[in-house]
């Protein structure tokens, strides 16, 4: 799979991007208190044979340099809805690439993959991951309540959702 974007190529996690992975979000406290993952210290602790081995994870690339700057992938797939999931090297952050790769990642799934619904979820207080998913045409769908326990904090999970059929008609 290779979505060629206005500014992002989104393609297949490759294991030269393990450095890259390591330095933007494994080792980056910024970016795991908003995207669950482990942290880590160190580059040799980063088992990164197991990303390689999500049949869904992509990488996210700068189109004019092909630099690594984040990932994004189906979380679950349920047949005809999928939850999605995204995260980018905070020194990418506010430029409009999480808004431009989770659109173009809606419309891979919806076109090539006959998804039906995409759901997509945020920490309570992660406003800026909220105006991905709106920018993205999603609407609030429903809060989980119960969450989980990340970082040794309790989050609650706020859902977003977009249908095909809504997609379709806002184009």
């Known amino acids: 799979m290779n979505i060629v974007l206005n500014r992002i190529i989104i393609d297949k996690l490759k294991a030269s991007d393990k450095k890259a992975y390591f330095d933007n979000i494994s080792s980056s406290k910024r970016v795991l208190d908003t995207f669950m993952d482990k942290y880590l210290d160190n580059i040799d602790d980063l088992n990164f044979d197991n990303y390689l081995k999500i049949e869904d994870l992509y990488s996210l690339r700068l189109k004019d340099n092909n630099e690594f700057i984040g990932i994004i992938l189906i979380v679950e797939d349920k047949g005809d809805e999928v939850e999605v999931g995204y995260a980018i090297g905070s020194s990418f952050w506010n430029k ?49 309540e119960e969450g989980l326990v990340y970082l040794n904090k309790k989050r609650k999970l706020i859902y977003y959702s977009i249908d095909k059929e809504d997609f379709e008609n806002e184009k």
């Open 96 to 144: 409009g690439y999480a808004t431009e790769s989770l659109n173009g990642f809606i419309d891979y799934l919806f076109n090539k993959r006959n998804k039906k619904r995409i759901i997509a979820s945020y920490f309570e207080g992660n406003e800026p991951s909220k105006k991905v998913m709106e920018k993205a045409r999603m609407k609030f769908a429903y809060i989980d």
